[in-house]
């Protein structure tokens, strides 16, 4: 089945660092990813939707210069958290439409800024 | 209104009961509903997918879809303790060649053995 892969699983960085989480569509091809952030005992909320070749549409409230979003490639979307703050520690999963309907989702990053 | 909602419970049921899952939807255009279940700190994992009114089954879950009332349940027959976990619904829409799932809040259930 489509599988996503998302690295890295946990990031522990410091206040004022750039993390960068990567999302990888395996055995397909993704031209869109949604990247959602949920905290703890909430849903998952997204944040933007990249498109392969194009700019990503962020969602009301998300600062674009914050999270940096790039889709390479048919393949690779990646989520650059930019001069992190404790307030951006969160759980952030990828997900992209992977057949007729379905979507596949990322393993998840547990984010932690100390 | 939230576009998705959900009784946020918590829900617990005893093993071997039914564990009803409700969930409605604001916006009539939506086309395809899933239920996901999720794990403390792992990502969600898709349980059933429903495009069509009526009652879906698949082992020990049904969904049910209806969409004059904009409203999908799951129900889980047998309830385990590995059961045990956040049900997130979720609401896809198509918009011309774009399509966004969106979430409600979840309904934790917990399985009591």
């Known amino acids: ?114 | 209104q939230k576009e998705v909602e959900q009784n946020s419970g918590p829900l617990s049921v005893p093993e071997g009961a039914i564990a009803s899952l409700n969930c409605t939807y604001s916006d009539r255009g939506s086309q395809s509903f899933f239920w996901y279940r999720q794990y403390s700190g792992k990502s969600p994992e898709l349980i059933m997918s429903i495009y069509s009114n009526g009652d879906k089954e698949d082992g020990r879950f049904t969904a049910q879809l209806n969409k004059a009332s904009q409203y999908v349940s799951l129900l889980i027959r047998d309830s385990q303790p590995s059961d045990s976990a956040t049900y997130l619904c979720a609401v896809n829409l198509v918009l011309g060649s774009a399509r966004q799932l969106t979430f409600g809040s979840g309904t934790q259930l917990t399985v009591l053995p």
């Not at chain 1, 699983?9 to 959602?36: H, N």
């Not at chain 1, 674009?64 to 307030?87: G, M, Q, R, W, Y």
């Open chain 1, 1 to 114: 089945g489509a599988v996503v892969s998302q690295h890295p699983s946990r990031v522990i960085c410091k206040s004022g660092t750039s993390v960068k989480i990567e999302c990888r569509s395996l055995d397909f091809q993704a031209t869109t990813m949604f990247w959602y952030r949920q905290f703890p005992k909430k849903s998952l909320m997204l944040m933007a939707t990249s498109n392969e070749g194009s700019k990503a549409t962020y969602e009301q409230g998300v600062e674009k210069d914050k999270f940096l979003i790039n889709h390479a490639s048919l393949t690779l979307s990646t989520l650059t958290v930019t001069s992190a703050h404790p307030e951006d520690s969160s759980f952030y999963i990828c997900s992209a439409p992977s057949r007729a309907e379905g979507y596949t989702f990322g393993s998840g990053t547990r984010l932690t800024v100390v």
